[in-house]
């Protein structure tokens, strides 16, 4: 059984179900190169996943303005159709995970920087479309850390914040879940590391997106004990009161 508390399991994709990191970077490179944009080293660009492609240009290229800006768009869709687009793959587990969670109750969606359509190859490409109930790109609200995309998601889904898991791979991730009020967990698998997630006070930090099943069962546990304790703590305190108010009633 799911944590009560817990409804809705919201997920990035670069980087946190896609092993696409890298073919990101590649991508910018390869844009960067061919306009003649000067140089942006693999770290920088890293520091971007996440991000609408908007803000990472404007992170990129200073005082790019909307004609440039269009000119970059262009080319940065035809390098990642025509060389980069099908290289990523999911990362070992997801689908089984994606599959178990899904079974186990929870209801799961999808909050990413790509583009809508980006995200609509992603999930035919993968087959993994049936399983989420909603989703948000980079189009289509503002871009991370603003919390627009989980707070469309929880109106959507009729999800209040706490009980909602926003879980990711980036700094932008973990901000726009605490900026939406949800909780946040980071995983070790794409564009920031450990030092720097660790930083943004995530519930917990996983090695791999495939340990999430088994972190929401031991959550699931601690609150079922908590629950439990607090009912018994309830029982003993109306037991001790009872003696007293049947005191008070025969004395009156």
């Not at 492609?53 to 025509?82: F, I, N, S």
């Not at 009729?158 to 995983?187: C, E, F, Q």
């Not at 340990?211 to 304790?229: H, I, M, R, V």
Request: hydrophobic fraction near 45%.
């Amino acid at each position: 059984m799911p944590d009560p508390a817990l409804k809705l399991l919201v997920f990035d994709w670069d980087g946190t179900l896609m092993d696409s990191v890298g073919s990101i970077v590649g991508c910018t490179q390869a844009v960067i190169a061919d306009l003649g944009l000067g140089e942006a080293d693999e770290t920088t660009i890293r520091g971007t996943v996440g991000l609408g492609l908007r803000e990472t240009v404007d992170k990129l290229v200073p005082d790019c303005d909307d004609a440039l800006y269009e000119v970059v768009l262009e080319c940065y869709r035809r390098h990642w159709v025509a060389t980069f687009r099908d290289q990523p793959l999911l990362f070992p587990g997801v689908r089984g995970m994606l599959g178990e969670l899904a079974q186990t109750g929870y209801l799961l969606a999808v909050a990413t920087g790509k583009s809508r359509r980006g995200l609509e190859h992603a999930l035919d490409q993968t087959g993994l479309r049936g399983h989420f109930h909603a989703s948000r790109t980079a189009d289509e609200a503002l871009s991370k850390p603003h919390p627009q995309m989980l707070l469309d998601i929880l109106d959507q889904l009729g999800v209040r914040p706490r009980a909602a898991v926003m879980v990711g791979d980036s700094i932008y991730d973990l901000r726009m879940a605490a900026n939406a009020g949800t909780h946040g967990v980071a995983v070790l698998s794409g564009a920031h590391g450990r030092a720097e997630l660790a930083a943004e006070a995530p519930r917990v930090l996983l090695e791999q997106i495939a340990e999430l099943p088994a972190w929401l069962a031991n959550e699931s546990g601690l609150a079922a004990t908590k629950a439990a304790e607090a009912a018994a703590a309830e029982e003993a305190a109306d037991r001790r009161l009872a003696p007293a108010a049947s005191t008070s009633s025969s004395g009156s």
